[in-house]
């Protein structure tokens, strides 16, 4: 708290001015105040939103680039899918394939200033790959696990790519 020059002039008024506005000088409670502000619980989004890495059996990634406005606005992301349900729908529409295998990943929680969102990643084996693999307007194509690491990644995608990668080691596959 800054005095003012006037405070200053008058000595009476100084030797009692931290009294006047500092609530623990005047009550027993030196060693609680001031205190810092409690900490609110920050809002979680839940895995409502599941995340797949679609892999053919070249063991190749596919990515989609977010849009400019928004979270992660611009970089490269796995597709994001509103239930687990729709995944089957959304691999023969937009990768014209099937799934042969799924493997539920642990869920992986990402920190915001604001909320923590809750990812529930699932990684996808394709069976078949009989359409377009890529749509280049869409922005979308696929890629090998470390090259992904070359392009502009959030943070968790970038885990569940390192992640991959070293599964892919511990299986030979690299």
């Known amino acids: 708290m800054r005095r003012s020059a006037r405070a ?4 009476a008024a100084n ?3 931290p009294a006047d506005c500092c609530r623990s000088t005047g009550e027993p409670r030196t060693a609680e105040l001031p205190a810092p502000k409690p900490t609110q619980a920050k809002p979680r989004e839940q895995p409502r939103v599941p995340w797949c890495s679609a892999l053919a059996e070249r ?7 977010r849009p400019p406005a928004g979270i992660w606005g611009g970089l490269w992301s796995l597709p994001e899918l509103p ?3 729709a995944l089957d729908d959304w691999l023969g529409a937009t990768l014209a394939a099937r799934a042969a295998e799924r493997q539920a990943w642990p869920p992986l929680r990402h920190g ?5 969102l809750d990812i529930a990643p699932v990684a996808v084996r394709l069976a078949d ?3 377009p693999v890529a749509d280049p307007a869409a922005d979308a194509a696929w890629f090998r696990p470390r090259e992904a690491l070359g392009v502009g ?4 995608v970038r885990r569940l790519v390192e992640e991959l990668i070293e599964q892919q080691a511990n299986e030979g596959q690299v």
């Not at 200053?8 to 000595?11: D, E, G, L």
């Not at 990644?153 to 968790?156: D, I, S, V």
């Open 8 to 11: 200053a002039a008058r000595p």
């Open 15 to 17: 030797a009692r001015w």
């Open 59 to 65: 063991a190749r990634l596919y990515l989609e680039r």
């Open 83 to 85: 239930e687990p349900a």
């Open 112 to 116: 915001f200033s604001h909320y923590d």
């Open 129 to 131: 790959v009989s359409g």
């Open 153 to 156: 990644l959030a943070a968790p």
